[in-house]
């Protein structure tokens, strides 16, 4: 068994795709035996993304920097006043989050001699960094620099350089000399995208023979306790929309134009959808009610990004369930994304596109929604092993 040191910056309490990601890796190493010790902040119980039935049982924690205050909030008191001082606070609050690529994680690295003398005392074979935030390796590269018989890996959730949906001006070139910084100091670097893996190659060739594809976990899902309670089809997005990354409309359109189906739409977005007779729509919610919502639809509904090589992390998370899984296709990876995935036998593939996703339900009513296994190479345990497998 391993002894691992795991740095993540953001708190295991928030529900986010990349926590998600985080939480069934790091259970299967301690349900494997390993000795572990987590280094992460403490959580602002305010946030939208906290989340109280969330938390990583039996393992030892380490928390470190001041709460830092959810996004919003920071917004709100950064551009919300109407004197000139707070005009100008705004204005340069945008400029700033225009250039910044680490965010306000940045104020967790004063912590990092703290966290890299307690690896160092508790002698770790293992090093591990979670992105995102990437602010994650920024510590991990102080802490291989001053432990320096430890294996350190990276796993990445998304690159930098080549994040085609960021809204971050800073010149691609600059991204790329932070990010190689970065990742020449880790032993092994994880992708959870094969296609961004094979990208990074070629961006980074110097650092080729490090890096690795491993998906990213399925979430264990229990529909033994399941009751539903509707007789129609009924469809379930659940995760972000944000307009600049993934196009939902042409779906909302379409079930909009089936009234024998219901859909039921939740998360962050910047679009405000209408309810209509059919479908209803709802902000983030938490991951108990989220669970609810889950047990009462028959299909899934993932959207592929509208650019770059990155998956959404609900395609690997909802593998688990015997539900099928709509997988909307978009971008110019779209083919290829298809063509990885249809081995697993999980997903119906459909355009981004109305009529060919009414068809796509019309044929669930004809013939009735497929009734899949979970898929066995996306689970927790089995990623985990390989990931520090060395």
Known sequence: MSKIAIIMTLPAEYNTSSMIRCRGIINSWANQGHDIKCYMPNADKNSKYFSNGISLEGIDIMRFGKIIQSGEIAKSNAVGSTSLKGKIKGILYRMFK????????????????????????????????????????????????????????????????????????????????????????????????????????????????????????????????????????????????????????????????????????????????????????????????????????????????????QIPGKVYHDASSTKDIMFIKDGEYGDQIETFFERYQHYTFVCNDKEAIKAAIKNYIVNGVPIRKPVEAFMASSIATQLISH
């Not at 508790?122 to 001053?146: E, Q, W």
């Not at 890996?153 to 998304?158: A, L, N, S, V």
Request: glycine fraction near 4%; proline fraction near 5%; charge should be positive.
């Open 98 to 309: 225009k250039l910044d690529v680490f965010g306000s994680t940045l104020l967790y690295l004063p912590d990092r001699k703290k966290i890299s003398d307690d690896i160092r005392k508790n002698r770790f074979d293992i090093l591990i960094t979670f992105s995102d935030p990437m602010t994650a390796h920024m510590l991990g590269k102080y802490c291989k620099r001053h432990n320096k018989g430890i294996y350190y890996i990276q796993q990445w959730g998304d690159p930098l350089a080549s994040d085609t949906i960021s809204k971050i001006a800073q010149p691609v070139w600059l991204r790329k000399i932070i990010e190689n910084s970065l990742i020449k100091s880790a032993s092994r670097i994880c992708y959870v995208s094969p296609f961004t893996c094979e990208e990074q190659k070629k961006i980074f060739p110097k650092q080729a023979g490090k890096m690795i594809f491993l998906p990213t976990p399925s979430v264990p899902y229990n529909e033994s306790a399941e009751i539903r309670q509707h007789n129609s089809l009924c469809l379930g997005y659940f995760g972000s929309y944000n307009s600049v990354a993934r196009n939902l409309i042409p779906f909302y359109e379409a079930v909009k134009e089936c009234p024998d189906v219901t859909a039921l739409i939740i998360g962050d977005s910047d679009l405000r959808l209408q309810e209509t007779s059919n479908i209803k729509v709802l902000q983030r919610v938490s991951q108990e009610e989220l669970s609810k919502h889950m047990a009462n639809i028959d299909v899934i509904v993932c959207l592929m990004n509208i650019k770059g090589n």
